[in-house]
């Protein structure tokens, strides 16, 4: 990972830019941060994005929301963006490996949660209710690509029924399809993040999963290399990690990593 720009060089140079904006506005648009993060962030990030964006006019920040692996997939091939947030520590160290990340760190953790449909009409209490024949189909995002799929399946494998309940499973892209999927009723039970869960009253959370049972689950934030505006995308990184930022993670159920 490269640190050859002085972080706080880059802050205060930043500063100095946000400073001089109501000079410039009128000469020139704002600067464009694409923000390539996953899906699961949806909600907080636009939240975050709005308080950044007051604080800091002359940028303006676009998200492309998706599957992690998918958005790694398209960062490799050269898909526009200047920052990274990924739902999955491996796929994020891939491309730190491969010298896509300019700087970056872990940023917040998540939970995983069972969820079933409010009008389902037996219930579940644990993992092991799932082998029921009364479940037909349980939603999980695919776990190559999707980290709530990884973790889904690394939790069924350590309660030994992956295999059993192999049949039943029906994939989806990210994790929000997996959220409709069960408020569709095309899921009986699904397993999503807690702060998913949380942006709906059509499910209720089955059960939270042990977080023993499968790899922790940690957001990393991370400024691509191939980024022309790496000083704008250093001051909403460092939002990110922020006071003002960190009270918005935990409305939404995200607990901050403090560094």
């Not at 464009?32 to 002359?58: G, H, N, R, W």
């Not at 209720?204 to 980024?227: C, F, M, N, Q, R």
């Amino acid at each position: 990972m490269k640190n050859s720009i002085s972080v706080i060089f880059i802050i205060s140079l930043a500063v100095m830019i946000a400073a001089c904006s109501s000079k410039t506005s009128g000469k020139a648009g704002p600067i464009i941060l694409t923000v390539s993060a996953a899906s699961s962030m949806k909600d907080v990030l636009e939240e975050i994005s709005s308080e950044f964006q007051e604080k800091y006019p002359d940028i303006e920040l676009r998200f492309n929301f998706g599957a992690s692996g998918a958005l790694k997939q398209q960062i490799e091939q050269g898909a526009p963006a200047d920052l990274f947030i990924s739902a999955s520590p491996e796929k994020y160290a891939e491309l730190v490996h491969y010298d896509f990340i300019h700087i970056g760190d872990s940023i917040v953790t998540n939970e995983l949660v069972l969820v079933t449909s409010k009008n389902l009409p037996f219930e579940i209490a644990r993992l092991n209710d799932l082998s029921k024949t009364e479940i037909e189909k349980i939603a999980i995002g695919i776990p190559d690509v999707v980290p709530a799929g990884t973790y889904a399946k690394q939790t069924l494998q350590y309660e030994n029924i992956y295999q059993k309940l192999k049949q039943k499973l029906v994939l989806a892209k990210d994790v929000r399809q997996v959220l409709t999927y069960v408020e569709t009723g095309n899921a009986q039970a699904g397993f999503v993040y807690k702060t998913d869960a949380m942006t709906t009253e059509k499910i209720k959370v089955a059960a939270t999963i042990d977080a023993e049972s499968h790899e922790p689950i940690k957001y990393s934030a991370g400024i691509l290399d191939t980024t022309e505006h790496k000083t704008e995308a250093l001051l909403f990184f460092e939002f990110l990690k922020g006071k003002e930022a960190g009270k918005l993670w935990q409305q939404f159920g995200f607990k901050q990593i403090n560094h």
